[in-house]
């Protein structure tokens, strides 16, 4: 039972409540006072040692009633909880319909050998005797045996599936219904049918257990799945959007932290050794050195030909939830001649705005020299020491002329200058890539491909300004 109350600790622990190990002894002592026989009484032992508050207690119950499930159709209260606490092994004799005392025994349905001498598998045996209990019990095991709950993606699902069968002996019971179908029996003819549509019902319970365990591992990371999903295979939703926003929040409580310790300041040991002088040397009066951090002022400057134009508008729905720590953003875009659209992100809803550049401006041909000059006459003069310039395309510029004279321009004059390409890092440089000269004009250049890498680049912004 500690592997399987370790795998739940762990489940919970994915679906956001805290367990601290401290609580796992809790619970660990409660459910050797209470044992696992009453399922009620188990529930109740983890629940009132790992649940701390209404909302734990809701996402408590639903990982316990689909963790601790069989199938749909067990209503023995204490059945999970005895099968989860039971170990690997051979299932237990119990009485089948032939007479014997398991699969091993007998001469009827569920015995040892069928009516025309063929070999009976222990699958079998449990497959007609479905009222036993055997099959859920060795169903357990098998889950157990098989490591369910390291399922992540829903393509391992046949996988984890099969893995199940083969572990409550689907060769076995194959090579029997091979056997059957050879006999000429009718009495084996039957049993066949009846072990395949037995075989048809337990397909159909393991099929509903996998998807219950991959349920509950993919649901508390969605937003994983999200983020490290690739951005040209995103669809931009409502719940997308979320996640955007769900990240920036994150991104700026953190900035607001550092906010706070930048204006606490650092202890500055000479000054306050020479203000306590007159105390004697007892610092009574501690002298503090501030450190100064001034709100980043970013330039975007977004390709939206058609091969970059969904980076480009994941990058700005993400900048621009970021406005309450990175209230300067000037937004440029650009296919072959380069526009500012900042008034119209001003005047518009964030998702609106995004609509109506593209639908002017989207999906030219690219030519970034031409749009390197129209930046520096746009916005030439107001590129200093303050501002972070990043670039945000895949640098093909259809053989045209580069302008690397003025990226290099903009990096000696910028605080820093951040390129984000979509492209792999091995495909820089190849066909009419310029992405390798361009990089020696950069203070950063970064593969960005998926929104976890891009939300740790603004962190990094953030930090460095």
């Known amino acids: 039972m500690d592997r399987k109350l370790t795998e739940f600790i762990a489940l919970l622990r994915r679906n956001g409540l805290r367990v601290s190990p401290p609580e796992v002894a809790d619970a660990v002592a409660a459910i050797g006072m209470v044992g696992y026989d009453d399922r009620r009484r188990f529930y109740e032992a983890l629940s009132c040692t790992l649940a701390k508050s209404r909302a734990d207690a809701v996402v408590f119950e639903h990982c316990f009633e689909n963790f601790f499930q069989l199938t749909d159709a067990v209503d023995d209260a204490g059945l999970t909880a005895s099968a989860a606490a039971e170990p690997a092994g051979p299932p237990p004799s119990a009485p089948t319909p032939g007479g014997g005392q398991g699969p091993g025994s007998g001469g009827g349905e569920g015995s040892g050998v069928s009516g025309a001498g063929v070999p009976s598998s222990p699958l079998a045996g449990m497959l007609l005797d479905p009222a036993s209990g055997q099959i859920q019990l060795e169903m357990a095991r098998a889950i157990e045996r098989a490591n369910l709950a390291g399922i992540r993606v829903i393509t391992q699902k046949g996988l984890y599936g099969r893995r199940i069968l083969m572990a409550m002996g689907l060769e076995d019971l194959e090579r029997e219904l091979e056997a059957l179908d050879r006999s000429p029996a009718a009495a084996d003819t039957l049993r066949a049918s009846l072990l395949r549509r037995g075989l048809a019902g337990l397909r159909q319970r393991i099929r509903a257990a996998v998807e219950r365990y991959l349920a509950l591992v993919r649901n508390p990371d969605r937003d994983a799945l999200v983020r490290e999903a690739d951005i040209a295979l995103l669809r931009e939703s409502a719940e997308t959007r979320a996640v955007i926003r769900r990240m ?130 746009l916005a030439g003069a107001a590129i200093d020491r303050r501002t972070t310039l990043i670039i945000l395309g895949d640098a093909r510029n259809n053989n045209g002329e580069a302008r690397l004279d003025l990226l290099r321009k903009y990096h000696a004059r910028a605080r820093q200058v951040i390129w984000l390409n979509p492209e792999e890092r091995p495909r820089w440089g190849s066909g009419d890539s310029e992405m390798l000269r361009y990089a020696t004009g950069c203070t950063h250049a970064h593969s960005c491909h998926t929104l976890g890498e891009l939300e740790r680049i603004v962190d990094t912004l953030l930090k460095t300004t």
């Open 248 to 377: 920036a929040r994150k991104l700026v409580t953190q900035h607001r932290r550092r906010e706070k310790r930048a204006a606490r300041g650092l202890l500055d040991v000479r000054a306050t050794l020479r203000r306590n002088l007159a105390h004697d040397g007892v610092l009574m009066e501690p002298r503090w050195r501030r450190i100064r951090k001034d709100r980043p002022r970013v330039m975007a400057v977004c390709d939206v030909s058609r091969s970059v134009s969904r980076h480009a508008r994941f990058l700005l729905l993400f900048l621009y939830s970021l406005q309450e720590v990175i209230p300067q953003l000037r937004t440029f875009v650009f296919s072959s001649t380069l526009h500012e659209v900042t008034p119209l992100f001003d005047d518009a809803p964030v998702e609106a705005a995004l609509d109506l550049v593209l639908e002017r401006y989207g999906f030219g041909s690219t030519d970034y020299g031409r749009a390197f000059a129209g930046l520096d006459e």
